[in-house]
């Protein structure tokens, strides 16, 4: 606050997104293009470190007016929230940190987004849903494929509990995968998935960048389903701003800044 008053900047709202790393994300980007197209005086930028417990301090405080959460500060976010949503509560993780009523609230739109893109899809109430990874994006897509009646469930290299192992992860045996792991390349799958035909699987991949990812190659090689990372991120980025500021932005313009 004393920062802003320094510099003349008056009513400007600072947003982050908090990781480590954060300065690689492509967030910025589409924040501050829908602040601009709305004409808003705010300014979203990367928190990049392992001190998450400062940049909740900000929000509480008025310094920042919202924060995006990434890897690996989401648990620390769900323990720092005051009131947690459905979602969030059900992924045990947070993405999107905010003021409201003097509380410091939590959302998981990744969890949101995930059963967007699934429903957009076409996948339905009884589909049965495999999601790559163990860590909070994986399971906050978990939830938001269980939030629409789906059968998810977690498929792991090393599985525990109630997790999959990757020999569940038959060609065939779901109606669609959701890759929630940093697995880029076919060195890293089993040696039977690349092998095996994803045709009549919906594949929705987290994971974005200049080149293709092992999975968008398995879709499109046999005229597959896919969704990229950056149809995700532009949906996840639509449920903070629309927490945030109450209203919609246009996904089509967040899409073409997540490619940028």
Not at 187 to 208: K, W
Request: charged share 20%; glycine share 12%.
């Amino acid at each position: 606050l004393e920062l802003k008053r320094a510099l003349g900047l008056g009513p400007v709202r600072f947003y982050g997104v908090l990781g480590n790393p954060a300065r690689s994300s492509r967030s910025p980007r589409l924040h501050n293009g829908a602040f601009a197209g709305w004409k808003l005086p705010a300014f979203y930028f990367p928190v990049e470190g392992s001190d998450a417990q400062t940049a909740f301090t900000w929000v509480r405080n008025g310094i920042l007016s919202g924060l995006s959460v990434t890897t690996p500060h989401k648990d620390a976010a769900r323990d720092a929230a005051d009131v947690l949503e459905p979602l969030a509560q059900q992924a045990g993780a947070v993405n999107t940190l905010w003021m409201e009523d003097g509380r410091l609230r939590g959302a998981n739109t990744d969890a949101e987004a995930t059963a967007v893109l699934l429903r957009e899809s076409g996948i339905q109430a009884g589909s049965s849903v495999a999601v790559l990874g163990t860590g909070g994006a994986a399971r906050a897509a978990q939830a938001g494929a269980r939030s629409l009646g789906c059968d998810a469930h977690l498929v792991s290299r090393k599985p525990a509990g109630a997790q999959l192992g990757w020999d569940a992860l038959q060609p065939g045996r779901f109606d669609a995968v959701v890759q929630a792991t940093p697995v880029r390349g076919a060195t890293e799958l089993p040696a039977p998935l690349p092998a095996g035909t994803f045709r009549n699987t919906q594949v929705i991949d987290l994971l974005y960048g200049s080149e293709p990812t092992i999975w968008e190659t398995l879709a499109r090689r046999d005229g597959g389903r896919y969704v990229g990372g950056e149809a995700f991120l532009a949906e996840q980025a639509t449920g903070q701003l629309r927490r945030w500021f109450g209203r919609t932005p246009d996904r089509s313009a967040l899409l073409q800044g997540a490619s940028v």
